[in-house]
């Protein structure tokens, strides 16, 4: 199968998925306990007063017309009104985007960065000083809680030290590059600047057990391989040991690091729960939070299409990736 | 508008939690009393503002010239849902709207009432109230305020087919209609019957928005811009992120001090704490008692708390065994040791209560005092109540009020501590909990429960009539008694009122329809570089700020 039937033939797989998921979450609105007025309203409202706005924001209607509305406006990006701001939901969840992106792929590069040297110095130096450093730090990496960390380098370097700031994004990425376009290059390198000062805190947080988890797959992955008869073969025929390590062990390596590395930014994309409440950061993981304890369920609903979409996206580039990777693998 | 005017009102808002507090409740006592600024007992009312209901009609010097730069910001829990000021019943918006829009009358920190955009009002007769509106005030867009401004938002929020279905309806409840009146610069105000608390109502609710901007903007666009007569106009506002407010140099009353205000949101209280700490914000609301030491114990902030309008209490259902009995029910208020659960569980951020209205409140009774805490006699009354043995259950809301788990725990650990009587705690979701209270069936709602209430008009009758009148969607009582003394006091004013409502209240006492839990306090962060106190009503007012001396 040519890669592009393969994508087409996912991306169609991809929709029945979300569509999926969207009709699962509908369903599951209308059982989950507090009606959304009540939610919306203090107490102290009136039931005149209650059943007006439950008009307003069409509630009354019977659920099946609901869900065929819904249904409707979807292929056009019409997710609905939002019930607490009474503005497109699709708006509210697009608006959160950049910055969930933001986080999660700069805490999957801390990760990368980190972690893959550390995991092949602590394979090649097995037993050695390197090697239990690496696996003392992804030890204690994987089994620290992010928030419990969040805090601590909160305290540290922004309570106590005042290095970096103890939360918010002032200044988006995407700001930075319309500064670009725009060739004002004096306010995107400021913006730049701003911006890796808020991020720094956010994506060490996020990324550490992250690191953690790639260091030790990389360690796992690259000791197998260089047992394996490919490695001893080459190191025969007389390569230099750099090219046996990272052309080819490394190169095998990856295929299952970046399986990982697929599915967790996914999770990320999902929502980085505790990090962004943690450093306040406005992203989708604090808007699902808050848009369920409100019961605004159009902005709920569009968070879990989006992430749904992020999911299938990153699935498929996985995929793609592996036959890129390993030209043995082939599409099916 | 003159400098004598600007000065008295800053220094009136600045001031009032300090100095204004004996004055306010003495204000708020006398509210219908003497007619000065109360409920209204129909008698004319003060016509021109600062005319010696504060202390601050004192001489006072210019003080310091408006500083040039001088930002604030504020971190809410949550950011307000839109701009528009009738379309939202949540307090981190009210916060936000106060600055820029106002209505014809307003509070000072302590709850006493004063005229805002009216300079005076009057009963003109039963269910008709006449509101004066002050001349030279200017919209933010340079455009006059004028009565018919005034009337028509009035009627933006009573009437549905002039606006909306406002969420705020009933926070004018008995207002029909407004008008502007024939031959003055005034609106008149027609409410069914008497309306003895629509004074009250008015110097909480409804915010004055310009008629012809109002028509001229779609719904979306005045969710997102503001235009009213208050002391900062909008800047900038990125929705569910930021509103940043800037000073209004032609501000009826003369230009805060504060230069600019920003308001965020961070749902953590550690984060907000941070943020504090951090020297990043100026205010940060609801600091939990654990993280008070933090701030009380660093530089650069302080912990400002003031006592809320929100009273926290335990329902008990009057129609369900064994909360049927009157002794049980006094049993349940003797067995409870208060005074611990406020220096205990809320490390002294609250104050005991014996009674539905609160102190400060029209119809609080200050010779009612909470229920002491005697073990004994709980279990002497449970016995005489012929209930002993019994096991019960308390449903409590998680993370909605000041330590209401750790409450609910309490009690529940007090009830069960007596020899005759078995007590847990159910953990409910706040909405699904309010499902069954809000539902109108009392049959819905459980047998006893944790609640809180709050009343920003500072009216105990209100409070009594939503949360202990027969039949009222959140009643979990009904006593013929205490039906008939609200039915009395809808149809007197000022000290006849207050006279039914006090005897109501020490009648409720002794009914005991509720465990009389505490009055639940703000507890604010502040930095040191601002001068402010916190207020009774939750509201955060950046026009009362000042540089720090």
Not at chain 1, 63 to 91: C, E, H, N, R, W
Not at chain 2, 155 to 170: C, I, K, L, T, W
Not at chain 2, 493 to 517: K, S
Request: proline share 6%.
């Amino acid at each position: 199968m040519s890669l592009s039937r393969f994508l087409v033939k996912r991306a169609l797989q991809g929709i029945f998925v979300v569509w999926g998921v969207v009709t699962v979450v509908f369903g599951l609105r209308f059982i989950a306990p507090g009606e959304p007025e009540n939610v919306l309203l203090p107490p102290d409202v009136s039931a005149e007063t209650r059943q007006q706005v439950v008009a307003e924001l069409g509630l009354d209607e019977p659920l099946p017309i609901q869900y065929l509305d819904y249904m409707a406006g979807l292929p056009f990006g019409d997710m609905g009104t939002s019930l607490v701001t009474k503005t497109p939901a699709s708006g509210r969840v697009l608006s959160k985007l950049p910055a969930t992106l933001e986080l999660a792929i700069a805490a999957t590069i801390v990760a990368i960065v980190i972690a893959i040297p550390l995991g092949v110095i602590s394979a090649t130096r097995r037993h050695e000083p390197a090697d239990y450093g690496a696996t003392t730090f992804s030890l204690v990496g994987i089994s620290t809680p992010n928030f419990w960390l969040g805090i601590m380098l909160i305290i540290v370097f922004a309570v106590q030290f005042d290095v970096f700031p103890t939360s918010r994004r002032p200044v988006g990425l995407d700001a930075v590059l319309a500064d670009v376009a725009a060739v004002q290059l004096g306010a995107a390198a400021a913006g730049l600047q701003n911006w890796l000062y808020h991020i720094t805190l956010p994506s060490i947080a996020l990324g550490t057990y992250f690191t953690a988890l790639i260091t030790r797959l990389t360690r796992s992955g690259m000791l197998e391989e260089l047992g394996a008869g490919y490695v001893r073969t080459a190191r025969a025929k007389g390569l230099p040991e750099t090219l046996v390590r990272y052309k080819h062990a490394l190169r095998n390596t990856l295929i299952p690091i970046i399986t990982v590395l697929g599915l967790q930014l996914g999770t990320l994309i999902g929502g980085a729960v505790i990090t962004e409440a943690v450093f306040n950061w406005p992203g989708l993981g604090t808007l699902v939070i808050h848009s369920i304890e409100a019961r605004d369920w159009p902005v709920v609903q569009g968070c879990i299409i989006v992430i749904g979409i992020g999911f299938v996206l990153l699935n498929i580039l996985v995929d793609a990736l592996y036959a890129y990777i390993n030209p043995q693998v082939e599409y099916d | 508008m003159s400098d004598d005017n600007r000065v008295t009102r800053r220094t009136f808002l600045q001031y009032g939690g300090v100095t204004a507090g004996a004055a306010a409740t003495v204000s708020l006592a006398g509210c219908g009393g003497d007619g000065g600024d109360g409920d209204g007992d129909g008698t004319p009312t003060p016509g021109d503002d600062g005319d010696g209901e504060t202390p601050t009609d004192t001489p006072t010097d210019e003080g310091p010239s408006v500083p040039e730069d001088f930002p604030v910001r504020i971190t809410q829990g949550n950011m307000p849902s839109g701009l528009d000021p009738h379309d939202h019943r949540e307090t981190p918006t009210d916060v936000v709207m106060l600055h820029a829009y106002e209505g014809v009358l307003g509070r000072d920190p302590d709850g006493a009432i004063f005229e805002n955009l009216a300079t005076g009002y009057e009963r003109v007769e039963p269910g008709h109230v006449r509101f004066t509106i002050r001349e030279d005030v200017q919209f933010h867009n340079g455009d006059d305020l004028t009565p018919a401004d005034v009337a028509y938002s009035i009627n933006r929020m009573v009437q549905e087919d002039v606006g909306f279905a406002s969420p705020q309806r009933d926070q004018l409840a008995g207002v029909n209609e407004a008008a502007v009146a024939d031959d003055a610069r005034a609106v008149d105000v027609f409410s069914d019957g008497l309306n003895p608390t629509v004074i009250s109502s008015f110097g909480t609710y409804c915010d004055v928005m310009q008629q012809s901007w109002v028509e001229n903007h779609t719904k979306a666009e005045i969710g997102k811009q503001m235009n009213g007569t208050g002391p900062f106009q909008l800047d900038s506002y990125t929705e569910g992120e930021e509103v940043v407010l800037a000073r209004y140099e032609d501000y009826w009353d003369g230009p805060a001090d504060v230069s600019q205000v920003t308001f965020t949101a961070a749902s953590e209280a550690a984060t907000r704490v941070n943020q504090l700490l951090g020297e990043e914000t100026d205010v940060t609301v609801n600091v939990p008692p654990q993280e008070v030491g933090r701030v009380e114990n660093s530089d650069v902030a302080r912990i400002e708390a003031a006592p809320s309008t929100r009273i926290i209490y335990n329902a008990m259902r009057y129609d369900v065994e064994p909360f049927s009995s009157q002794e049980f029910r006094q049993a349940m208020n003797y067995a409870v040791d208060l005074e611990s659960i406020v220096s205990n569980v809320l490390e002294g951020f609250g104050s005991q209560t014996g009674q539905p209205t609160l102190e400060g409140f029209v119809g609080h009774n200050s010779d009612v005092s909470p229920y002491e805490y005697d073990p004994d006699m709980a279990e002497q009354l449970v016995e005489d109540s012929g209930h002993a043995g019994v096991e019960i259950e308390l449903h409590t809301p998680v993370g909605r009020y000041l330590k209401d788990l750790e409450i609910a725990q309490a009690v529940a650990g007090y009830v069960d501590d007596l020899e005759n009587v078995s007590a847990s705690v159910n953990q409910r979701d706040f909405g699904s909990l309010v499902d069954d209270l809000a539902s109108g069936e009392i049959t819905d709602k459980p047998p006893w429960y944790l609640i809180g209430w709050g009343e920003a008009t500072f009216d105990g009758g209100l409070v009594i009539t939503a949360l202990l009148s027969t039949g009222a969607t959140f009643s979990s009582y009904s006593n013929e008694e205490v039906d008939s003394m609200l039915e009395q006091s809808r149809n007197q004013g000022g000290d006849e009122r207050d006279q039914t409502l006090q005897e109501l209240n020490a009648l409720l006492h002794d009914q005991a329809p509720w465990i009389y839990l505490n009055r639940q306090f703000s507890v604010y962060g502040a930095s040191e570089r601002i001068d402010w106190s916190a207020r009774s009503d939750e509201r955060i007012d950046a026009y009362a700020m000042s540089p720090s001396s």
